[in-house]
């Protein structure tokens, strides 16, 4: 076959039925994860009493977890560049798997953060940059319409795994939950698989060394924006259900506040990820990062109102989501499609900093003071600062600039 044919039916691949059920895929995986990841929330309390456990030591366990998944894409990255998505696919769901299982049984908080940090921060790690930059390179004309797809998973995931895992924690305890929760990992992940392909390429630019691109202003800053972003953002998710719980709200309905976050993430990764389409991407993800503050202040304001929590919760998610499926865009825009799980992998690190930071200082703070103001106030301080550092990339920092 010719090279002419070989670019022609790439060409038709590109923004395809194939690269939509790709899209599909990574949505599904990315519902089912982060509905698992998110359910932590419900059995921190369990986990805690049980352990007889501080609230810094048992958010510990979340917040390793978070490092890992997130710093883990700087090695993920660049394989997925070199073998495709699904080897790290399979791969994850043999640690996802095996974490949730192997934490079901264990004696101590100790082991724990293995067993649940390197199984499930490994396992998410392992397919969540490679499937990134896969779902990223399927597509050319809808790209944000497909990332924001493929990232509106994990608010799906947030909407309806949650209220599930938190019924099943609640009635029949963490760590059948955690059972139930690890064979559904094998199954999703398996499926998923066989679904994911690599994209065609049917052009190739010259590929800017990772370190000449981590070195420069436009991404240092996206870097620093993320990191403090994502210092306040996973606090609601580990301590929302208590600070509820301890105002009078019932358990169920606690629980429902991340369904809640996941619900606005949705709105937010399609609204905003179509809105790409034909609009600046740079400016939608300030507006992300600029609204965020807002909504912690609306949360430091609510004093247990739970009708302004759901307000919260919604601002939030909105926010979140997209952010999230606007980061890869932005990182395809400035960097372009190859080696692009390399950059994404390097960024992500940031949000696994934050994610190891937030929550443990969150903990320790209410364990010394059991005052939530500190840390709502925090919170909004930080993602003020995070607007702040995002701000100058309005203005399109040069490639590699």
Excluded: H
């Excluded at 969540?128 to 896969?134: D, R």
């Excluded at 953002?233 to 429902?256: E, Q």
């Excluded at 991407?281 to 965020?292: E, G, H, N, V």
Aim: with cysteine; glycine share 16%.
């Amino acid at each position: 076959m010719s090279r002419a044919a070989l670019t022609t039916g790439a060409e038709a691949a590109i923004d395809g039925r194939r690269a939509w059920a790709v899209a599909a895929a990574g949505s599904a995986m990315n519902a089912w994860t982060f509905g698992v990841f998110y359910s932590f929330g419900a059995a921190f309390e369990q986990m805690a009493d049980e352990f007889d456990a501080g609230l810094g030591a048992t958010a510990a366990v979340f917040a390793i977890t978070t490092f890992l998944f997130f710093t883990g894409g700087a090695v993920a990255g660049p394989l997925g560049d070199r073998y495709g998505a699904r080897p790290l696919i399979m791969f994850g769901a043999l640690c996802i798997g095996a974490g949730l299982l192997l934490t079901a049984e264990v004696g101590s908080l100790g082991v724990g953060y293995l067993t649940y940090g390197l199984g499930v921060g490994v396992g998410i790690s392992s397919y969540l940059v490679p499937m990134t930059a896969c779902v990223g390179g399927w597509f050319e004309r809808r790209r944000s319409l497909a990332l924001g797809l493929y990232t509106g998973g994990i608010g799906l995931g947030t909407l309806l795994l949650v209220p599930m895992s938190e019924w099943l924690i609640r009635t029949e305890g963490w760590r059948f939950a955690f059972r139930v929760l690890g064979v559904g990992s094998l199954i999703v992940y398996g499926l998923a698989a066989i679904v994911v392909a690599r994209p065609p390429r049917i052009a190739t630019t010259a590929r800017k060394p990772i370190r000449s691109i981590v070195g420069g202003f436009g991404f240092g800053r996206m870097y620093l924006a993320s990191l403090l972003m994502t210092m306040a953002l996973f606090v609601p998710f580990v301590f929302i259900v208590k600070y509820s719980t301890d105002r009078g709200v019932s358990s169920p309905a606690a629980a429902a506040l991340i369904s809640v976050i996941g619900v606005g993430s949705v709105a937010g990764r399609f609204g905003l990820g179509a809105l790409g389409v034909r609009f600046d991407a740079f400016a939608l993800s300030f507006a992300a990062y600029a609204i965020q503050p807002v909504a912690y202040g609306l949360w430091f304001v609510s004093d247990g109102n739970y009708a302004a929590l759901v307000v919260f919760a919604a601002v939030l998610g909105a926010a979140y989501g997209g952010y999230v499926a606007l980061g890869p865009v932005l990182a395809a825009e400035l960097y372009g499609l190859d080696g692009l799980g390399a950059v994404l992998g390097t960024l992500y690190t940031s949000a696994g900093l934050g994610g190891l930071i937030g929550p443990i200082a969150a903990g320790v703070i209410l364990d010394r003071t059991g005052s939530f103001a500190v840390v709502i106030g925090t919170a909004i301080v930080l993602t003020f600062l995070a607007a702040i550092a995002f701000l100058p990339l309005r203005q399109r920092p040069s490639l590699g600039s």
